[in-house]
Structures are given as C-alpha cells and as structure tokens.
C-alpha cells in the first residue's frame, strides 16, 4: 500500500514553470470571478437562475459551456504536445510531464468534452423536438449535471494539487497500479470518473425514458425527428456500457486504496481482466459520442436541402444496427493482447460489420442533399466537412479491423490518426454543428458568421494538414505516446507539418470562440423562433424558449411535424380550434443536487489522498442529501394561466 | 399506443404513504446477502476454481432475480412493455460479455 504522509511539497506541485503558471491563473481567475460577481450582485442570480435550475434548457448551456471550456484546455494539452513533437530532440516538455499531459488530454476529451456536448445538445434539443415540458426527471437530471461537474472539476485539480495522472487514458494496470504508481493522480482519474460516470449513467436513463414516455400526442417512433433515435441509441448504449466501466474503475481503486489484487502481477491478478473490461464500455463509448452527432447531421442536412431525410426507416434501422453490434466489437482494440485466432477472427469480422450500417448513413445524407435546394449555412459546412472526413475515418478503421495488419498499426500513429478523425471529424464536427444550429434556440440570437466561416476553414483544412501525415508517421513505425525522436528517422518534416497543422486549428477554435463573443453583441435577433425554416417542433417554439416550452402541448399528425404545420397554414388549412390554456405543473428548482454533487467531490478527493475523515463527512452529507429529497413532498408547482398569457404575450403569441 | 394527455415532467406520483416498504427491505437484505456468500466462499478458497466459479455464477443469476423482482417491480405495471425489450437485450449483453470475456481470457487455451 501506498504510503498515506504527505508534505506540503508533495501536496502542492511545484518546481514547473507551466504549473506555476497555472497556479497563477487559476488564482486570478476565481478572482475576477468572485469580484465581478459581488460587484454586480449577481451571487443570488447565479444561485436561483443556474446552480439550482431543473430547467432542461439551461442545463443544457451549462453543460455546453463546460465542454467548450474543457475542449480549450484539452486543446491546450495538444498544442503543448504538438509543440514538443514538433522538432527531433526537442526539449520542451519532460518524459514525466508528457506522460501526464497525453494522459490529461485524452480523458479530458472524451469524458469532458465529448461527454458533456452530447448530454448538451441532448438537454437543450430532445425535450423541444418531442413536443415536451421538460425531461422526465428533471431533479436527477440536475444531478447528472453537477456529478459531471464536480467530477471534471476534481480531474482538474490534480494539475496543480498532488500531480495529474499519467499512465495513459486508458489507465491499465500493471502501470497505474500502486506497485508502479504511487502518487495521487491515479487515484483522482479514478475517483473523478466514477463520479462524473453515476451522472452519465443517470443521464442515459433519463433520456430513454423522456423519448419512450414524454412525446405529444401522436408523435408515434416512426415520426421522431432522427436525432431522438440517435438518442435513443446512445441512451441504450449508456445504460449497458457505463456499469462495465463503473466496475473496472472500481476494482482498480480497490487495488489502489485497499491493496487487493484484482489486476496485480503478483497475488493472482490478471491485469488483461481491466483490459477487456475497459474496452467493454470504451468501444460501446465511441458510438455513444458519434450518434448524436450522427443525429445532428442528419437534422442539419435534411434542413438544408428543404426535403425530408432519405431512407428515414434505414436510418433508423442502420442506428439500432450500430447499437447492438458495437457490443461485439470491443476486442479489437487488443487484438495484439494474443487471445488467439479463433477470437482475433470472430473480433475482426463483427468490426468490419459495423462499417454496414455506418456506409448506409453516408449514403443517405448524401442522396438527401441530392436535387435538393441546398443552403450551405455555418451548420450545414459543418456537417459538409463531416462527410468526406468521416469516410476517411471509417475506411481506416476497417483497415485496422484486420487483425492480422493491426499487428503493424496498433499503437502506432496511424490509430491515432484513426480515432482523431472518427472523434474529431465525426463528434466534434457534429457538436458544433448543433451548436450553430441550436444557437438561435438556446439565445435568441444567431452566430454571426464571418467568424463562423473562418472558423471553420482553418479547423477542416488545419484538421487534414495536422492528422494525415500522422498515417504516414505510422506507416513509418513511430508509437504512440513517446515523447521525442531522434533525428534521422526521416520523421522531422511530416512531425513539423502535423504540428502547424495543429496551430491551425488552434487559430480556428479562437475564431469560433471570437464570433461567440462578438454575437453577444452584434448578432441578429432571432425574433421569428424559426431562422432556418426548420422541419421539427422546435422551431415551432419563439427563441429562446419559455420555461415551459409549450404552452399548448402541439398534437402531431407526421413526420417532421412543424413542416407539415407550415405547409398547412400556407394552403389555407386552419389550425384545429385551439384548447384553452391550462395551468402547467412544473418541478421546483433545488439545490440539492449542487449540495449532493458537491459532498461527492468532498468524499472524492478525501479518498485520493487516503483522507478517511474527509471522507466518511462526505459521504455522510451524500446519505443526508439522499434522506432528504425522500421526505421532500414539495417538489412541483404549478404556472398560473395568467402567467402562461404574459409570457406568451410577451413573444407576441397568444 | 395509450399516449396520456398531460405528461408531467418529474412527477412520479406517490404510492400511498404509510406502508412500510417491506419488499425493498428484504430484498435489500438478500443481495446483501448474496454477495456476502460470494466474498467469503473466495476469501476462504472454500472449493477448487472450477466449483467457486460455478457457485459464483449461480448467486449472480440469483442476484439478477432479487433485483428483478424486489426492486424494478418486473410484474407490474402498463402500457407498451418497453421493459421486455430492454430486458431482452440486457440479457444478451450480459451474456455477450461473460461468455466472450471467458473465451478472450483462456488465451489460445483453443487448438490451433
Ligand atoms: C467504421 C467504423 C470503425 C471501425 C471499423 C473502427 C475500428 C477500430 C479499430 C480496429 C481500432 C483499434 C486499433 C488498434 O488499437 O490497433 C480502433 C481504435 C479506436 N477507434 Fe475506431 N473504428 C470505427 C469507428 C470509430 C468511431 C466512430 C470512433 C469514435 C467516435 C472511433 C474511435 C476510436 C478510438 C478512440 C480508438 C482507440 C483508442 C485507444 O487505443 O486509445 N472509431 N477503431
Ligand atoms: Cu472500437
């Protein structure tokens, strides 16, 4: 067992200009926060308006914000990368801090960033599409948000407190083993995942359930927009896929804290055992990022080209498809872990099936765009880029499907050229498309998009310029995770164009970044709530939604359910006799789920460094939050109608 | 399709209060149980691997019933049966990860 006494040079890291830097700036920016929020007395806004909201839609923002904030920093941990990769023999970063820096990067960006955009554009969308007043939970929907929260925000602390992880993102022992790895920052990859992963799960139960109970009257399956069945598809894939994760975390830190030896060398572990978990959820986990984006496309492109979706049944059906098959795939990702052909073969095949379905998505975005008017808007060159993108990423990985040839590529970059292309071109492309497209919805007021497009270019062509030629770097034997090359490898020149590639998305994510702050001030009001002559009820309501969404639950009678209620207003076809309002029954806001999440992390960082106290008063205020919401009979409320009338009159509807 | 008129988003509807939750209560008690069994048939090496792991599988089959029956209310309940669906493909997961994990983990213990 690891030994518990620390000193305060231990506690705080030091002896690195960057950390420092970063003390620094985390200092001045909490700050400037705390200062610009006393003077502007905005501490009881910031409580009663977000920190206790139940309200899908802000939740949404709010999850949307910490992703962007958390894809800076992962950014940031890639420039550095980049930066030191960039020239044979470079000595920029060191071994130790490198390790620390690939590790930090890469679970910031799945867990961090991929995460909390989807579960962003699934808060801010899914509820608006099906016709619906809020999720179906939305107390454990705050929950979910705050556990992410707090979860990521432990992640981020070991930076500057105790030293930030380092055996990789996927942490597989016997490295991240105490044996190998004393310091705090296993245990904070440990704990701040699993906390952060009770809120996925949480989340994955929530939106199966609000697409399976909370639609309006008459939007049966078959007449939901796509992105409630990518949805749907995720939801499912979280619900099996993250407990697997939840278990192998746990072992680990019980190997960790309580010096058991599940995944030892020695007293009869199997380290392999944590692999094959891992990748259990981890493969299910990249489809459960690439379908909402997947999702998001298809709104975007059908939108755009001013016709409904091609092949909507298989679409659907290519998305139940991907699914279930991802969960037959996982092995590939330890085709070299020499399990033997007959299990190399069975693995190599189901992947390779995969690309089925995902062909048939591609086909069908395309024969949608086909003859139809197609308006290329900020999303729409989103999900243009996607395309080509997208083919290259899945071509690559049906090469890599081939166990036999993976022998050459695996952990080489070309797999990292692989995944940056299916998670980058597919869920980071998809996201901002929601993004840009959502926007308007969210506040009101459209992107401006000069910035957009600039954006946009050095993103895509930065993307291409940084990424191919880590194919050929693969090809040409360089590994993953090592931290400089010798010269002579014939690696410098394709080493040095990746990494300007890489500035150049970096220039591209400050352009995005510039034109969000420059259209908070001169960006066009959306005042119609329908700016891109939409398809799905979302447009039907004005921007940014009322707290309730509809005043009316809309009835729907078809598939993209606001087309068809415009196309029947313009032929004259009257709307039916409209149903007196009525008083809408909506959750309380609460704190609680701030309180509960909060004493999570309390216990979380307690146990990181062995701090039993602080953990034991942590998990004590977890079982008091939880006692108290059961004796909590006031929970709900209701909207007067008079209310319903001013706000609505207030949108200049009735 | 029943498809209810007003959905109300967070509102569960409370069972009428005053009972005592007896089924959550003994099931709780049970899985406890279970797993106790479990954890003290290998802290003990109370049987040969081959008999621990065919005991083990056989709690976790029982695990799966108590949380089945005492928790998520399997019997009852209305509508479209959603539930049967998930269930069903929980089961093949379930079994797709067990059988698949013990085939990887014998490490070309198959012929060549
Ligand atoms: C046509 C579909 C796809 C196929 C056939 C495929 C195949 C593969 C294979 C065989 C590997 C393992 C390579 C190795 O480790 O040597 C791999 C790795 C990976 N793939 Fe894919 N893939 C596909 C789509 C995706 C998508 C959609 C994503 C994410 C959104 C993704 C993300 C990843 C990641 C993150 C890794 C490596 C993770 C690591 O080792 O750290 N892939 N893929
Ligand atoms: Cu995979």
């Known amino acids: ?654 | 399709m029943s498809m209810m008129e007003e959905k109300v988003p967070g509102h569960t509807g409370r069972s009428e209060g005053g009972n005592w939750p007896w089924m959550h209560i003994i099931g709780f008690v049970i899985s406890i149980l279970l797993t106790l069994i479990a954890l003290r048939l290998v802290l003990a090496h109370a049987m040969g691997p081959a008999g621990l792991f065919v005991t083990i599988m056989v709690l976790a089959v029982l695990q799966i019933l108590v949380q089945l029956f005492f928790f998520m209310h399997i019997l009852e309940g209305g509508g479209p049966r959603w539930h049967l669906w998930m269930l069903t493909l929980g089961f093949i997961f379930v079994f797709t990860i067990i059988a698949g994990s013990i085939w990887i983990m014998t490490f070309g213990a198959e012929s060549y």
């Open chain 1, 1 to 654: 067992m690891p030994d518990d006494t620390l000193n305060v040079s231990h506690f705080l890291v030091t002896g690195d200009p960057l950390i420092y830097g970063a003390d620094v700036s985390i200092v001045v920016v909490s700050i400037a926060i705390v200062a610009v929020l006393t003077y502007y007395r905005k501490w009881g806004w910031l409580w009663r308006e977000w920190l206790t909201t139940v309200d899908h839609k802000k939740i949404g923002i709010m999850y949307m914000i910490a992703a962007l904030l958390m894809l800076f920093r992962g950014g940031v941990d890639a420039l550095l990368m980049r930066t030191q990769l960039a020239f044979p023999n470079m000595r920029f970063l060191k071994a130790e801090h490198y390790n620390q820096i690939f590790t930090t990067h890469g679970t910031i960006m799945i867990l961090f960033m991929a995460m909390p955009f989807i579960f962003a554009m699934m808060n801010i969308a899914i509820p608006l599409m099906i016709g619906a007043r809020d999720v179906a939970f939305p107390y454990l929907n705050a929950i979910s948000f705050w556990m992410f929260f707090f979860g990521a925000m432990l992640f981020n602390l070991s930076f500057v407190i105790g030293g930030s992880p380092d055996a990789g993102w996927t942490s597989y022992p016997p490295l991240a083993e105490s044996e190998f790895n004393l310091g705090p920052g296993e245990n904070y990859y440990l704990l701040a995942l699993q906390i952060s992963g009770i809120g996925s799960i949480a989340t994955g139960i929530n939106f199966f359930v609000t697409i399976l109970k909370m639609r309006a009257p008459g939007m049966t399956l078959m007449r939901m927009p796509l992105f409630c069945w990518a949805v749907l598809a995720t939801s499912v894939l979280i619900i099996f896929a993250f407990p697997v994760l939840t278990v192998a975390l746990a072992l680990l830190l019980i190997d960790r804290i309580a010096g058991a030896h599940f995944f030892t060398m020695l007293g009869g572990g199997n380290p392999m055992m944590y692999i094959n978990m891992f990748w259990i959820w981890g493969h299910p986990e990249v489809y459960i990022v690439v379908l909402p984006a997947f999702g998001i496309f298809s709104e975007v492109v059908a939108t755009f080209s001013g016709k409904r979706i091609f092949g909507y049944a298989s679409m659907v059906a290519s998305l139940m498809a991907i699914a279930v098959i991802s969960y037959f795939t996982w092995l590939h990702h330890f085709f070299t872990m020499g399990a033997g052909p007959g299990v190399n073969s069975f693995f190599a095949l189901s992947t390779m099936i995969i690309a089925i379905p995902t062909g048939v998505k591609i086909f069908n975005w395309l024969a949608t765009m086909y003859n139809g008017r197609v308006r290329v808007t900020v999303p729409m060159k989103w999900a243009l880029g996607f395309i080509p993108n997208f083919a290259v990423g899945g071509a690559t990985g049906v090469m890599l499907s081939v166990a036999p040839a993976d022998y050459q590529y695996h952990n080489s970059y070309f797999l990292i050229a692989h995944f940056h292309q299916t998670l980058i071109g597919g869920v980071v492309f998809g996201m901002l498309a929601g993004m840009y497209y959502w926007w308007p919805k969210m506040f009101g007021f459209l992107l401006e998009e000069r910035y957009a497009n600039w954006g946009f270019w050095w993103f895509n062509i930065g993307f291409y310029v940084c990424f191919i030629p880590q194919y050929l770097l693969g090809f040409m034997g360089m590994t993953r995770r090592i931290y400089t090359y010798p010269t002579g490898m014939g690696w410098s020149t394709l080493n040095l164009i990746s990494t300007i590639g890489a500035f150049m998305m970096g220039l591209g994510f400050l352009f995005i970044a510039a034109g969000i702050v420059y259209s908070i001030f001169y960006g066009e009001r959306d005042t119609t709530g329908d700016p891109w002559n939409g398809r799905t009820l979302e447009w039907s309501l004005p921007s940014p939604a009322p707290h309730y969404n509809f005043a009316r639950i809309p009835v729907v009678t078809s598939r993209d359910a606001w087309w068809t209620m415009k196309e029947e207003r313009k032929q004259g076809v009257l709307p039916p006799g409209r149903d007196e309002l009525r008083p809408i029954h909506m959750p309380k806001n609460s704190g609680r789920p701030f309180i509960l999440s909060l004493s999570f992390f309390v216990a979380g960082f307690g146990l990181v460094f062995h701090w039993y106290i602080l953990t034991v008063i942590g998990f004590a205020a977890v079982a008091a939050c939880l006692l108290l919401r059961s004796f909590d009979y006031d929970t709900d409320s209701y909207i007067p109608v008079d209310e319903i009338k001013k706000t609505e009159a207030s949108y200049g509807r009735s």
